[in-house]
T-cell receptor, first 115, second 114 residues
Framework: DVKVTQSSRYLVKRTGEKVFLECVQDMDHENMFWYRQDPGLGLRLIYFSYDVKMKEKGDIPEGYSVSREKKERFSLILESASTNQTSMYLC??????????????FGPGTRLTVT | DQQVKQNSPSLSVQEGRISILNCDYTNSMFDYFLWYKKYPAEGPTFLISISSIKDKNEDGRFTVFLNKSAKHLSLHIVPSQPGDSAVYFCAASAKDYGNNRLAFGKGNQVVVIP
């Protein structure tokens, strides 16, 4: 069974703090993704990575950075948290390749509140 | 630019009846389509998928239909059950669409009334 875990289910941070969200997958997947989910806006891709130390910007990368030092771990960093980054953050992973490999496996999510 | 669109953000249906969710896409290169289900405070879970070489895929109570010429797909849930109450996301991808990234729609909230 594929397992994607995220370091926290709920997190409360203050404006201006540096925030680290950690994601770990145990299925040796090449690809990892960070999304945020907001009401009425669906799932929006922040960053993704297809290999160690590789990263690609998604649709809304502003205000975020990522780190992938090991294949199984993908970190999302909010350099200086702001209230508009209050959201549900979802990590996902998938294999490389086409067809069924497009399927992404999601973690349980981190509900981040920035006050 | 929304490449995958889900209109009718919410749907209410009686238990036992059919739920039909619609999804339209604009990128003609998309060749694989997926549906995900999401409960509150949980991550999305994969439900069913379809390749562009097919026009129908069925898995138990869930059937996805693909109309390539219309760039339209739909998810049918028959019969609907209270446990199907969730948000459903349509997603699409293609070989050259950036390392297996998925384009997601905004989701449909389904409420099944017992």
């Amino acid at each position: 069974d594929v397992k994607v875990t995220q370091s926290s289910r709920y997190l409360v941070k203050r404006t201006g703090e540096k925030v680290f969200l950690e994601c770990v997958q145990d299925m040796d997947h090449e690809n990892m993704f960070w999304y945020r989910q907001d009401p009425g806006l669906g799932l929006r891709l922040i960053y993704f990575s297809y290999d160690v130390k590789m990263k690609e910007k998604g649709d809304i990368p502003e205000g975020y950075s990522v780190s992938r030092e090991k294949k199984e771990r993908f970190s999302l960093i909010l350099e200086s948290a702001s209230t508009n980054q209050t959201s549900m953050y979802l990590c996902a992973s998938s294999l490389l390749g086409t067809g069924a490999n497009y399927e992404q496996y999601f973690g349980p999510g981190t509900r981040l509140t920035v006050t | 630019d929304q490449q995958v669109k889900q209109n009718s953000p919410s749907l209410s249906v009686q238990e036992g009846r059919i739920s039909i969710l619609n999804c339209d896409y604009t990128n003609s290169m998309f060749d694989y389509f997926l549906w995900y289900k999401k409960y509150p405070a949980e991550g999305p879970t994969f439900l069913i998928s379809i390749s562009s070489i097919k026009d129908k895929n069925e898995d138990g109570r869930f059937t996805v239909f693909l109309n390539k010429s219309a760039k339209h797909l739909s998810l049918h849930i028959v019969p609907s059950q209270p446990g199907d109450s969730a948000v459903y996301f349509c997603a699409a991808s293609a070989k050259d669409y950036g390392n297996n990234r998925l384009a997601f729609g905004k989701g449909n909230q389904v409420v099944v009334i017992p």
